[in-house]
């Protein structure tokens, strides 16, 4: 019998060659030497961690109950690999030219970077796979225990916790030795390769010892296969293609499986081999599990553990070295699938819980790339340690008694969540990330109600009450009969619901719901990835066309410019003309000179339309929009500063009409000046060169023509009197005389001095001086000179024949009103509009007035801080004066 | 009966100015007062000699005088404008108008005088 510290011994033992194997093709790597590191073997050995324990061992125990069904477990994948292998490209591609780094980053990135979905596929991948996980510690406790029985050391059973603690630092030590941009570990994925060799090696030993040691040659167990219930079992169609199913959506979206068959594919062409191999694989894997199932229920005492007959076949047998042989396969397949899941979930988990959150809560501006990186390589340590952790508490929970196979499926049910999500998102470009979540969010729950918590043991989590009664009582939320449809066995109950809610969900959401622009982009790039294959950012020579490229250059750098770099560039690379060849360092040299003008990420952009080698990735094209929103802020403040300009010339241009205008006017005022002036002064020159140079005039003759003079010596000074008055009110020189005083005086005083000279007009004041008794605060000789002005100008102007003017008086608080009257034909509606304005004059008949008595009464008001307006419809001439009875209350 | 001059002017000292100086040299002075009807006046008694004054109430001497050389066939008729507006541009008006003699007020009486006097003899 072999002593359980032997088993241990050899245990550690195969660890360590696993390390020392891991070790060297690490440091192969670091050296370059990865030429056979990158053989399409060794890519296809490690997608067969796809084969767990629970392969491993509990197949055979699945042949046992179950007969052929385990085979469907086999089926789905190679189908995948044989009939998909382009849907498998199409992932590798898009993983590789996205540079994911796990499905949930696959998922998040074609749903336009959404971390909040990349959260939720990492949520469900930790739990799906924690039953997993649970399940492989489990397995390797059992083998330990076979032996402890065997030798009679039962209770020095190694716990399962040491089996973790032991798994949970071998990921550490070689799932974080190292960061790599591209989240490959080629000492882990050689170690895998290593075990899956292993694995199969001690699978077919066992086989081919069970056929030929046991059976008797291939012909006997064939004959006890026939014979045996196993042969009988008949073929299920629906449960056989659902479970199919199920396994190639698990093969899919397992996230080990992205992690091993995208993250750390190397080559593309890998996969070509991969797509028979691994079948081939598969088909090796699953062929002695019949005769193994069936033989071992013919010799093995009835009771004993199926799951087990791998190695208690061996061991009953006396073939201890088998045994060992077969305990290290199952070893192999436990220790490869979690060191990968661990890998792969503390990649998500790091990446999308643990960072977003880190960078949030530190100052992401003050942070050393070395601080970073140290932080990463601590989240993804404990990220491993917690998985593994969560698997063993998961263990603990359930309590270890499920088959292997239940729980592998209940897995792979919460796993196959993802598939529509997946599927829609390569190959729809309408998904949107509304529409993902939904689904997503619709069949997790699903799983998790129906089968993951029921799975941990009735009464743990669900009580008994809710797996029969449903939940709230309502019956049509039983867990594992929902909406009523009872008879289905549970895993296909909940398959059907949890797929078919979330595939209806996924498209439901994504029609009614609208794509975000970086949506859109994504979704272009996933659904049309072999339209847009892009590699790596740097150029490859031979398809570019120089002339092209002079072109386009020409067009940023301007004709000269862009000729002397090509004939330059020629020069140096010895070409004769003035084209140089395309070699990649001319390329990167026009790229450097292109982005001087147009931003960097346009120059690629632009040179990658023209080499035709790559196209623009969504990398690229954000950039593009990146330096167009700069370009345009910057045209956009180029447009404020012209619209500044603008509204100044606008201003110059208006202050200019303006300028023209006065000056318009000034040449009018003069030229009105001149004539007001010239005409009296021709009476003056005419009469008295008269008076001078003719000799026998009469002495009435002489009388008359000297008063002419005088009277137009006079008519000229009051001219210049009120014009030098207008220019004093207009530059606002005049200094006011503020006085106390009544209206009726000041009304008084200009009646006199309108109407003094009496020379027969019959003008006549109407007036009621009882309502002029009204105290007033102004400057009393400005009021009056308007006064008399508006008089004289009644005088003047009435044409009635008895001539009237009604003077009324109003007072509104601080305010007085007055009003001029009189009973002429008044003033015409055109001539209302001027009469304000410097020599208007509007009747037809001479008055000797020069045109500025009314300007100079506007002045006079608005310097008084009231106004003399037109009063219409008065019938007669009708001017109204407003202003206030005190100045100083009013120019406050 | 000496030649007839026909004054439009609006401003009475200066028709009994300009009426006293003609008058006195033996020509036959009529005045009239307005631009309104200036032209029928003319046209009704043609003058041997027209002095005209540019600021007319109703029309002034450039249009009173464009009409009669345009619309009247007046372009023989001697015409003599008074201006108070000395600028250059109201001479280049004059002139457009067919003015024969412009003169600026105020003027010395000889002036007015020589030019009738030339204008008559025509």
Redesign the interface.
């Known amino acids: 019998m072999i002593a359980l510290n032997a088993l241990v011994a050899i245990c550690l033992s195969y660890v360590a060659f696993l390390f020392a194997v891991a070790f060297v093709a690490e440091r192969a790597a670091r050296r370059g030497q990865v030429g056979w590191l990158r053989s399409p073997l060794v890519y296809t050995l490690s997608l067969s961690i796809y084969c767990t324990a629970w392969t491993f061992y509990g197949a055979v125990g699945y042949a046992a109950r179950s007969g052929l069904e385990y085979i469907t477990i086999y089926l789905g994948p190679s189908l995948v690999m044989l009939g998909w292998w382009w849907l498998v490209r199409k992932m590798v591609r898009i993983g590789r030219t996205q540079r994911l780094t796990s499905i949930a980053d696959l998922i998040s990135s074609r749903f336009g970077k959404s971390n909040l979905l990349a959260i939720g596929v990492t949520i469900l991948a930790v739990i799906g796979t924690t039953p997993y996980i649970a399940l492989q510690l489990q397995s390797v406790t059992l083998s330990f225990d076979v032996f402890a029985q065997a030798s009679g050391e039962a209770e020095q059973l190694p716990s399962a916790i040491w089996v973790a603690i032991g798994l949970a630092l071998f990921t550490v030590v070689f799932g974080t030795r190292n960061l790599d941009v591209n989240e490959r570990h080629h000492g882990v994925v050689m170690a895998i390769a290593v075990e899956a060799v292993v694995k199969l090696f001690a699978l077919m030993a066992v086989g081919l010892f069970v056929v030929w040691g046991i059976g008797g040659g291939l012909g006997a167990t064939l004959e006890k296969i026939d014979d045996s219930e196993i042969g009988a079992w008949q073929v299920e169609g629906g449960r056989w293609a659902g479970l199919m199913l199920l396994s190639a959506a698990a093969f899919l979206c397992l996230p080990r499986m992205f992690q091993v068959m995208v993250v750390e594919n190397d080559d593309e062409a890998h996969l070509r081999t991969a797509s028979w191999a691994f079948p081939t694989y598969l088909i090796c894997m699953s062929l002695f599990v019949v005769p193994i199932a069936v033989v071992g229920l013919d010799l093995m005492p009835a009771g004993s553990n199926p799951d087990l007959f791998v190695l208690t076949i061996p061991l009953s047998q006396g073939r201890e070295g088998l045994a060992i042989l077969s305990f290290l396969g199952g070893f192999s397949s436990a220790t490869s699938m979690v060191i990968v899941a661990a890998i792969a979930l503390s990649t998500m988990v790091s990446n999308h819980i643990v960072m977003p959150i880190w960078l949030r809560f530190t100052n992401s501006g003050a942070v050393v790339s070395g601080d970073v990186r140290n932080v990463v390589l601590l989240a993804r340590r404990l990220s491993i340690v917690g998985v593994v952790m969560l698997g063993y508490l998961y263990y603990r929970l359930s309590g270890g008694g499920n088959a292997l196979a239940a729980i592998g499926l209940v897995s792979f049910t919460g796993v196959a969540q993802v598939l529509p999500v997946v599927l829609g998102g390569l190959f729809w470009r309408g998904a949107t990330r509304i529409g993902a979540f939904a689904g997503l969010t619709l069949g997790f729950s699903v799983w998790l109600f129906t089968l993951f918590l029921p799975s941990v043991g009735t009464g743990v989590v669900i009580s008994t009450t809710v797996m029969e009664q449903g939940f709230f009582g309502w019956s049509w939320l039983r867990p594992q009969a929902l909406f009523g449809i009872e008879g289905l066995d549970p895993l296909m109950h909940t398959l059907f619901w949890s797929l078919a809610l979330n595939t209806i969900a996924f498209f439901g959401f994504s029609l009614v719901s609208f794509p975000t622009p970086l949506e859109r982009l994504q979704g272009a790039q996933f659904v049309n990835i072999f339209q847009h294959s892009s590699s790596v950012r740097s150029w490859s020579p031979g398809v570019a066309q120089s002339e092209d490229l002079m072109v386009m250059a020409q067009r940023i750098l301007g004709a000269g410019e862009a000729q002397a770099l090509f004939s330059r560039a020629a020069r140096k690379q010895g070409v004769s003309g003035n084209l140089p060849e395309p070699t990649p360092g001319f390329l990167e040299l026009l790229e450097r000179e292109l982005s001087g003008s147009v931003g960097a990420a346009t120059a690629h952009a632009m040179i990658g339309q023209i080499v035709g080698g790559m196209s623009v990735s969504v990398q690229d094209l954000m950039a593009v929009a990146d330096e167009s929103a700069q370009l345009m802020e910057y045209s956009a403040r180029l447009k404020e500063q012209s619209d500044e300009l603008s509204r100044t010339a606008r201003k110059l241009r208006e202050a200019n009409q303006k300028l023209t205008r006065i000056s318009v006017q000034k040449d009018a005022f003069l030229?009105q000046i001149?004539?007001?002036l010239?005409?009296p002064?021709?009476?003056?020159?005419?009469?008295s060169?008269?008076l001078r140079?003719?000799g026998q005039l009469t002495e009435a003759e002489q009388t008359k023509y000297a008063s002419?003079i005088h009277d137009?010596a006079i008519r000229l000074t009051r001219l210049l009197d009120d014009l030098l008055d207008l220019s004093v009110l207009e530059n606002g020189q005049v200094s006011l005389n503020l006085r106390h005083d009544m209206l009726r005086d000041l009304l008084d005083r200009a009646a006199a001095a309108a109407l003094a000279d009496d020379d027969g007009s019959a003008l006549r004041l109407r007036r009621d001086r009882a309502l002029e008794d009204i105290p007033i605060y102004t400057d009393p000789d400005r009021l009056t000179q308007v006064f008399i002005n508006l008089i004289s100008n009644s005088k003047k102007y009435c044409e009635a024949e008895t001539p009237e003017l009604h003077i009324r008086v109003g007072q509104r608080g601080d305010l007085l009103s007055l009003d001029f009257v009189d009973n002429g034909f008044g003033i015409s509606p055109e001539a209302q509009d001027v009469i304000f304005e410097k020599f208007a004059r509007v009747s037809?008949?001479?008055a000797g007035g020069a045109g500025l008595g009314l300007a100079i009464c506007r002045q006079i008001m608005a310097r008084l801080g009231g106004e003399i307006t037109y009063l219409k419809g008065e019938g007669g001439a009708a001017f109204r004066i407003d202003l206030p009875t005190n100045i100083t209350v009013a120019a406050q | 009966m000496g030649k007839r001059v026909l004054l439009i002017e609006d401003e009475p000292n200066i028709i009994e100015a300009i009426s006293f100086i003609l008058s006195r040299d033996g020509w036959t002075v009529e005045t009239h007062a307005n631009g309104h009807d200036a032209v029928d006046v003319v046209q009704g008694n043609l003058p041997d000699v027209l002095i005209l004054d540019v600021m007319l109430p109703g029309k002034s001497g450039y249009d009173i005088l464009r009409e009669l050389r345009a619309h009247h066939g007046q372009t023989e008729l001697p015409v003599l404008m008074l201006t108070a507006r000395g600028q250059s541009k109201d001479r280049d008006l004059a002139e457009q108008a067919g003015v024969n003699r412009f003169i600026t007020k105020p003027f010395s009486n000889a002036e007015v005088l020589d030019a009738v006097r030339d204008l008559g003899e025509a």
């Open positions: 030229s001149s004539h007001e010239r005409t002064m021709t009476s003056v020159r005419a009469f060169e008269i140079d003719s002419i137009e037809d008949q001479k």
